[in-house]
């Protein structure tokens, strides 16, 4: 089923303002065919969203497109590849052409934004979900992976961590707080827009020696590095990022920023060497970035709160909408 | 959500026997990294299956598995690319492991038949749905496409058609017959595993003008060709392939090979100047295939049944599970 579905969709990428160079086929035959510049990998990634699962059934037809779209560009930005191709499976219950309109112009301005060119994808009828497969380039041999982090190794994170975590509790309406609607709105787009940081895994590229999304949370992502690394780790909460309505609620408030998912933000290691030129790359692009810890030998993470131990064993991994 | 799911379906693709030369880092890091060979374009396609829409919600493991990848290999054929690696997003309600395995094992096997490595993908938790992104290589420039049929060339089609529309027919109980289960099964068969015709893409580069795979029915999907290329085409009844079952069925026949979906045979035209090798390059793979009728200038399609017009505009466009 599903081409005039797809047709509709379609018709705003038929309007995107940037072409790529490497699409010798696009939308309309049986499959896309693509040409990778010599030199070049390709960086390929898949992420679903489903309806009631990753986000409440009743979200904008806008903030799913945008969201869709943004964690698999953070892949590469995690990957420090350049966005380039991607290819959309959108299931949905019914053909409603007000929320599809909504939903393509949606995708095709983020896409356009970050120099993406729809190739091809299928629709189907269905309950709600949306797969977006992404590709990009990076110069061969120089992906960013969770494998490279040595002992030694500053760790880094970009942004702030926590706000998305935040912003899910302001939509369950699992936290009663007073504050102005611009800090409540600043939280919620925090969860339902993440920045993708594309430019910054560009940069990294030759700089970090690991690098990952946090998408499942500080501990579990570092973790996945530090597995992959085969190296242990020492962070100090105090230096962790955070709102200052994450600091000041009550309780434990480092949970959010170690554990809440979401905030798509990067974790990444770079020797200390190279620690200048870091500082200087990021200048340029004007994110904010702090270092958090360090790598060291053995394995495990030591989480340390002014010099003291803080147990994490019972700290819940996850903590997405569900 | 989900690492220790995929590493379950992953665990399966650990044991393939085939790998290939191109995967620089596989399942297991925020994306895959592959190389494509210099004078190779890839050929990329997705497609996805809803359970309770393309298949019945008590198909088995193993024939929602063959199925979602057969359909994806049938575009590979279209396009006569050499299918080489596949992401696979799978969303399932419960983490059932032996669900998990049988649907691992037979895709792994299938996987394997066509030298497909797994090097990524996702899994949620959500309705059964599943998107498959198959990845193959062709030689610049000779993709087959839907665009190149010229008026004076051969229309074929491999295979026999309907078989698929008449196992539906059995599936869903429309069809009350006396047949021995044997010929029951060939056309279930026939309808849950329908065979990729990779090898027969393969030969045709060079050779097909424009190719399709038949997954909507032979209507529809000449259709798109003879759109696409804008031409015209007359086809005769009594050439295209059926089984003797599907002949005798009461009314008119016709209708299931013309209209019927999930056969995925391949329809291509040939210019008649190579016919004669086209021939010999079919010998050497042992697939029928039948020469059902034209393409002419103009626009439109003339269905002929013994010299005489048969009205085809009453005839649905699609027969699927639904």
């Known amino acids: 089923m599903g081409l005039s579905e797809f047709d509709l969709i379609t018709r705003f990428f038929n309007h995107q303002r940037v072409r790529h160079s490497g699409v010798e086929l696009g939308i309309g035959d049986d499959a896309a065919v693509v040409s990778v510049p010599s030199g070049q990998s390709l960086v390929m990634s898949m992420d679903t969203l489903v309806a009631g699962v990753h986000f409440p059934v009743d979200t904008p037809a806008e903030d799913i497109a945008y969201k869709a779209l943004a964690v698999n560009l ?24 007000a929320w599809l309109t909504a939903f393509s112009r949606r995708l095709s301005q983020l896409a356009d934004e970050y120099n993406l060119t729809l190739i091809g994808g299928d629709t189907t009828r269905g309950p709600l979900t ?34 998305a975590g935040l912003g899910l509790k302001l939509v369950l309406d699992e936290l009663k707080v007073e504050w ?11 969860l339902q827009r993440p920045l993708p940081r594309v430019n910054v895994g560009l940069l990294l590229r030759g700089l970090a020696t690991a690098a990952i999304d946090i998408s499942d949370g500080l501990l579990a992502d570092l973790r996945h590095i530090l597995e992959t690394s085969k190296v242990a780790a020492s962070i100090n909460i105090e230096n962790i990022p955070v709102a200052d309505e994450v600091r000041a609620l009550t309780g434990e408030w480092w949970q959010l920023p170690l554990t809440a998912g979401d905030d798509y933000e990067l974790c990444f290691t ?8 870091l500082e200087q790359q990021l200048n340029s692009v004007n994110v904010p970035c702090h270092c958090i810890g360090r790598i060291e030998p053995g394995a495990g993470m030591k989480v340390l709160h002014n010099g003291m131990n803080v147990d994490t064993n019972n700290m819940k991994g996850f903590l997405h909408f569900d």
Not at 76 to 88: F, I, Q, R, T, Y
Not at 180 to 190: G, K, N, T
């Open 74 to 97: 953070s892949d590469m930005a995690a990957m420090g590849a350049e966005p380039n191709w991607l290819l959309l499976a959108l299931t949905f219950p019914e053909v409603d052409e």
């Open 130 to 163: 949306i797969s977006v497969q992404i590709n990009g380039l990076v110069p061969q041999g120089q992906a960013l992976t969770r494998s490279g982090a040595q002992a030694g190794d500053l760790i880094y994170v970009t942004g702030q961590l926590g706000d």
């Open 180 to 190: 102005p609607s611009a800090r409540r709105d600043y939280f919620i787009q925090r």
């Open 270 to 277: 770079v020797p200390e060497e190279k620690i200048a030129l």
